[in-house]
């Protein structure tokens, strides 16, 4: 049976990969510390899981949804969260749009927008979701590096001038994965004069706003005065609930960029179930997290300060669930993760995986499986210091 030739355009899935691995370790017997995928190890908060078994007891909630861009109080209820924690008004029947998750908010984007032949301007590195279906789609997706000595932030004045009349998306992630970078709203500011003077549409993947460390709180680039005319914004309640399994997002934003979105979801899913989303706003306005928030800051403290500790010079990431680590010198990010998996059973994402620049580190996740209270974090330093050398 052949296969469509877009699938040869697709790079073997980074996650799977990591998965075999990480299966083959287990296989083998060994005690693994996984700081491979960002997916939240805690359990979703109990009162979150109460108002599902609630909405779920309902029947209307067992149809279809048939509404036009989510069910309608999931909307009002982001309306309501968005104004009290970003401190701007969307319209729930044209500015907000129901997902199921995020990723499939990215990855659908694409499709709405491009054509064979139109430019999408990616970070690299960069979630991997949308330079795969930039590809699928016939689009031509062109890196845009972020590199250490700009922030992790990419050079938006830089880019060829050829370049800039096929674009028609710019993708941006903040607080972001996989480097841990967060952006300020000067940056977002420059994203909107950019866009506005190229007609660009800003797609901005903000799954990690509430993923936020002594203090910090990350903006939305829809504070910066017209960015609903060039941006939409993508949120998730995967990463701060410990949803991930939920499946439940949103996107936010200029109103005809979301139509058209909407009119390519309206034909390849058919929207969450309903108690979820219901579950979902009722979370936004009603719900904490602090114990996990709590959690991972103390994971944070103690992976950090171990590896400062071997001779690392990190700082302690202000958000996200991750830590983005430079390799020793004589090593790439493949060769590093390869000798923490066998020398130390430590497990941690190469940087490559997440587009070229991302050669030269990895990526170390706080979200680790049978921790409690960072023993395992600990652990993992220990390893790395008993078993693999490091020459600075």
Not at 75 to 95: C, K, S, Y
Not at 257 to 281: P, R, Y
Not at 284 to 310: F, P, Q, T
Request: glycine share 8%; proline share 7%.
């Amino acid at each position: 049976m052949q296969r469509a030739k877009r699938l040869s355009l697709i790079p073997p899935y980074l996650f799977g990969e990591i998965a075999r691995l990480k299966a083959q370790a287990i296989a083998e017997g060994r005690d693994l510390v996984d700081l491979g995928i960002g997916d939240p190890d805690q359990p979703t908060p109990e009162p979150i899981i109460e108002q599902l078994n609630h909405f779920a007891h309902n029947p209307s909630t067992h149809r279809y949804d048939e509404s036009n861009a989510g069910v309608p109080e999931f909307l009002e209820d982001v309306a309501t969260w968005f104004q009290d924690r970003f401190g701007v008004t969307l319209d729930p029947r044209t500015e907000i749009l129901e997902l199921i998750g995020s990723k499939e908010g990215l990855a659908h984007v694409v499709w709405a927008f491009l054509d064979p032949g139109d430019v999408a301007l990616v970070p690299d590195p960069a979630y991997t979701v949308v330079k795969v279906n930039t590809l699928l789609a016939g689009g031509e997706p062109y890196e845009l590096p972020l590199l250490a000595e700009n922030g992790f932030l990419p050079d938006l004045t830089n880019i060829p001038g050829d370049i800039v009349k096929k674009a028609k998306l710019l993708y941006i992630n903040y607080p972001n994965n996989p480097t841990g970078a967060v952006a300020t709203r000067e940056f977002f500011k420059q994203a909107v004069d950019f866009a506005r003077e190229t007609d660009t549409l800003i797609v901005h993947d903000c799954a990690y706003a509430e993923v936020g460390y002594d203090g910090y709180r990350a903006p939305s680039i829809l504070e910066i005065d017209g960015a609903k005319d060039v941006a939409i914004e993508t949120h998730s309640l995967s990463k701060t609930f410990n949803m991930t399994g939920w499946r439940i997002g949103f996107a936010v934003g200029n109103p005809d960029a979301l139509k058209a979105l909407n009119t390519l979801k309206g034909n390849v899913d058919s929207k969450q179930f309903a108690a979820i989303a219901l579950t979902g706003g009722w979370a936004l306005n009603h719900a904490r997290n602090d114990a996990s928030l709590e959690l991972l800051k103390r994971r944070r403290d103690i992976l950090v300060d171990g590896l400062n500790r071997l001779g690392w010079k990190l700082e302690r990431p202000k958000a996200s669930f991750y830590v983005w680590v430079p390799v020793p010198p004589g090593h790439t990010s493949a060769t590093f993760a390869k000798e923490l998996l066998e020398e130390a059973s430590v497990l941690a994402i190469p940087g490559l995986g997440y587009g070229q620049h991302g050669d030269g580190y990895v990526r170390m996740s706080l979200t680790v499986s049978g921790d409690r209270n960072g023993e395992r974090l600990e652990e993992a330093v220990r390893r790395i210091e008993q078993h693999i050398p490091l020459r600075w």
